[in-house]
């Protein structure tokens, strides 16, 4: 069986299927704010990462992936942390699966804060402290640092799409960062 | 088009259709266990509906059901408390969807504590008022109204099967229910 | 036993008395932001109380006030209810003692968010949905209902004093009203 | 100034002080329940301390104590985890103040859960990670680590009192553990 062809069996689908079920299912996702604290457990700083979009812009986002089949969400969450973040970053996952926020995004904007023209997709937000070093993998050019009031101005909430601007204020305002 | 031929570009699936991605992506849920309160809030009865499940046993449930494509979780939680409470039982929906648990039900028993031999999905788990009279319909033959102590005594939870025996006892907890 | 006595056995204080312990314990305080809910229990507007502070100036507050001697939370949420909003205002208090929010409150600035000049105070805040009529009693003037983005616009947090602009806007986002 | 005069604007109290406070308002605490948790933030032990109460009898307690004039939620739970468990015990505080649950404790039986005949107090409960090594000091014995499933058996839990066997089964059914 090449690379390309996925196990028929497993959670991991094609291309083509995915873009099918986009249209008739909602998908599940988990979402990280990847945060630094301090002794106290005050967050001291929030990681953003930069990407290019589909059309070559550059937008600030967090850590996102689908759940798959079979995976418990922190399992997911792991996962897709270590991918954005590197092998090195060492999570601080949270005791319970509840999660903080949850943002629910559909392909046509006003039926909630958010958008995402892809898919209805419903993804459980965390707040994840990071103890060690990350090294921003897969499609994400770097993670800045940035201190919670500096990652909730404006000029930086202005270069999150689909809605994250708001989900990285409720995700802060629910650690305690205030606004 | 007949009723028995859903629209093709719609988030209701045949039944071939559900069973293929049964075994491909987690399912979204949500659940809700419908409660009485009194003036001050405080949860006076908890509403656990009776059905007969595919080997003919009788069970004790929750409000439980799929999100479909794109709709809301208030949405499909309305929906649902609908369909299993009837339409004058006027519940009080949360203000925030952010569930008070979630419940990731699995194929196979050991990975979570909740099982679903169909399907792998996750559930977005509410704590439900209702103010009105309830009418069970669809698959509920009734709806008996227990104390919270009576609810999850040994012999009622035991009527519960795969794992709703321990989410009603998170759900309750997150309501202020000690047991 | 005239009116003006406290019973000494009573959690009720003289103002001599506060005054004192107001110099060495943190005091015990619940907090309600009043809301107003369609159908799906979506907040559709927020009441903010019009009082006239110390000095005279007009600001816009939330229901709030002390814990008593042997009183539940649920009780003190109660009862500061009724006084603010008046008897018929018909709150639905949570069915759990678990805040959405913690606000420190202390005399001088700069240790958290809050201050509060009189006293160090603990306040445990609350998203209250209220159905009947409110009828402002005690020192509150008039109460206005607001959509909950006139609620943080920043006119109207200007007019909230001692961080509950802070306050509303953290008790709004856990109940899911984004900004 | 010896020893035991304290500072009069400390927020620290004299037995006699104290003891008159106790009868007349609401004392506020902060508990927390030790874990260990694993590299993906499963709880895999929790730390029970073992006391001699007043009357001699051993019983399983949890860290506890009061929030100091002047002090935040965290200094406090700070403050308690290093007295009860040592300089050594390096525990991950929370970055919300938010508690997972509310202990409300009474001299009287019957208004909550929770008992505590000395005064009525106000408990904001956390469950905190510990990464480093326990040495408790002050009145615990020593400090025991159990499995969750050990933790709330039923002969571990009837060596807690005064509600606290509750206060456990709510805090780690907040952090996913189910019973």
Redesign the interface.
């Known amino acids: 069986m090449s690379v390309r062809t996925p196990d028929p069996?497993s959670?991991w689908?094609s291309d083509d299927?995915l873009a099918v079920?986009r249209?008739?299912?909602?998908?599940?996702y988990v979402e990280a704010v990847p945060?630094r604290?301090d002794g106290?457990?005050?967050?001291t700083e929030v990681g953003l990462l930069l990407r290019a979009n589909s059309s070559g812009e550059m937008t600030r986002s967090i850590v996102s992936g689908r759940?798959?089949?079979?995976?418990?969400?922190?399992?997911a969450l792991?996962r897709h942390l270590e991918k954005d973040l590197g092998p090195m970053a060492f999570p601080?996952?949270?005791?319970?699966?509840?999660?903080?926020?949850?943002a629910?995004y559909?392909p046509l904007p006003g039926?909630?804060?958010y958008t995402d023209e892809r898919q209805?997709a419903?993804s459980?937000v965390y707040?994840v402290?990071v103890t060690g070093s990350c090294d921003p993998r897969q499609d994400a050019l770097e993670i800045s640092w940035l201190t919670p009031q500096e990652a909730v101005s404006p000029s930086v909430l202005g270069e999150m799409v689909g809605?994250r601007a708001?989900?990285l204020?409720?995700a802060l305002?629910?650690?305690?960062?205030?606004?």
Chains 1, 2, 3, 4 share one sequence.
């Open positions: 069996n959670g689908l299927e079920i249209k008739r299912l909602p998908l599940l945060v604290v106290l457990g005050i967050i759940v798959m089949f079979g995976e418990t969400l922190r399992d792991f601080l996952l949270p005791a319970s699966p509840l999660p903080c926020h949850v629910e559909f039926i909630s804060a209805h419903v459980m707040v402290p809605g708001a989900l204020k409720a305002a629910s650690a305690g960062v205030l606004t």
